[in-house]
């Protein structure tokens, strides 16, 4: 098996290939300053891994790997204007430079585009693979939904957040493990438990990103530290404060949280603080090390070779305890 960085350069030299038409050039520019932003190819890496580890051919499944980048950088163009978020991956987001329709547009387009390149598999192969595709798919929908109803609840409940991060953020980790099993011809037991390693790895690496949005260092992390917290968005940190905290806690935090006219600096500080007095970092980093458990457990039941089981095992150690 290639390294991680030999993956990557594989799907990075593939979206540098993909052809743009040149008209009209404000839906397809937006496209292209996507993905050519970079990012850690988490998602398509998984899929070329994973194919190869179960024997197939790597380049089989290059077109669906960079569909499904394709994809989860359609669901990014969404979220930012929803979220209202300037910066991503350490540059202006696109409906920061061309507007929120642009932004939606394009972001249509790049889903088109995603499935385009999810068909470009096997006959026999393309059922299977057109079916996780769109389940995955909706299931992200799901969990954006319940991300923007919890914005204006009061109270969200740990299981609920949990849900909603495995629906908005597992399942597409999930779905890349089992894409490239699939076009391997894996079997069908193989395939569910690397679907399960991916599932659990998404819940580490939503849980290490909440983590890193209050205590992460913003040039690296590549976005603006406390955009969660000036945005009031449920994370696990805030559900289990809202939750946990004493009457004192609560009320301090409650002020804070609906203070539209706070600094930026004075209320990340103030909720951060709130936050570290509670331990919550520490609980938060217990959990991560749960599920990067969980995700290692499920590796061990896949039949696969020591080298692979090492590139994997690496490959999340890596990715929970990255600082961005």
């Given at each position: 098996m290639l390294?991680?960085?030999?993956?990557?350069?594989?799907?990075?030299?593939?979206?540098?290939?993909?052809?743009?038409?040149?008209?009209?050039?404000?839906?397809?520019?937006?496209?292209?300053?996507?993905?050519?932003?970079?990012?850690?190819?988490?998602?398509?890496?998984l899929v070329l891994m994973a194919c190869e580890a179960m024997g197939g051919n790597v380049k089989d499944a290059l077109a669906p790997a960079v569909g499904l980048e394709l994809f989860h950088n359609f669901t990014l163009l969404h979220d930012d204007v929803m979220d209202n978020a300037d910066v991503r991956r350490g540059m202006p987001t696109v409906h920061r430079r061309w507007g929120d329709n642009v932004a939606i547009l394009s972001g249509d387009t790049m889903l088109t585009m995603a499935s385009q390149h999810m068909s470009k598999v096997a006959p026999d192969k393309l059922p299977a693979v057109t079916e996780l595709f769109n389940k995955t798919a909706i299931e992200v929908y799901e969990g954006q939904?319940?991300?923007?109803?919890?914005?204006?609840?009061?109270?969200?409940?740990?299981?609920?957040?949990m849900e909603m991060i495995r629906l908005k953020t597992s399942v597409l980790l999930g779905c890349a493990c089992k894409l490239g099993a699939i076009i391997a011809g894996a079997n069908e037991t193989d395939a569910d438990n690397l679907y399960t390693m991916g599932l659990n790895l998404g819940l580490a690496f939503q849980l290490k990103d909440d983590v890193l949005d209050v205590w992460g260092d913003e040039a690296t992390f590549g976005k603006e530290i406390g955009g969660d917290i000036m945005n009031s968005k449920k994370t696990y940190l805030l559900v289990n404060a809202l939750a946990k905290a004493d009457d004192d806690q609560l009320t301090e935090l409650r002020r804070w949280l609906n203070d539209e006219f706070a600094m930026k600096q004075e209320k990340v500080s103030a909720v951060t603080a709130i936050y570290e007095s509670m331990g919550l970092k520490e609980q938060a980093e217990q959990e991560i090390k749960h599920y990067s458990k969980l995700a290692l457990e499920a590796l061990d039941m896949v039949n696969l070779p020591s080298e692979a089981k090492t590139l994997f095992t690496q490959f999340i150690n890596d990715l929970v305890g990255r600082d961005k």
């Open positions: 390294s991680f960085n030999e993956y990557r350069n594989m799907v990075n030299d593939a979206i540098l290939a993909i052809p743009y038409p040149k008209e009209p050039e404000n839906l397809y520019e937006p496209i292209r300053y996507t993905m050519g932003m970079g990012g850690k190819r988490i998602r398509p890496v939904q319940y991300d923007m109803d919890y914005e204006k609840l009061a109270n969200v409940s740990v299981a609920e957040y």
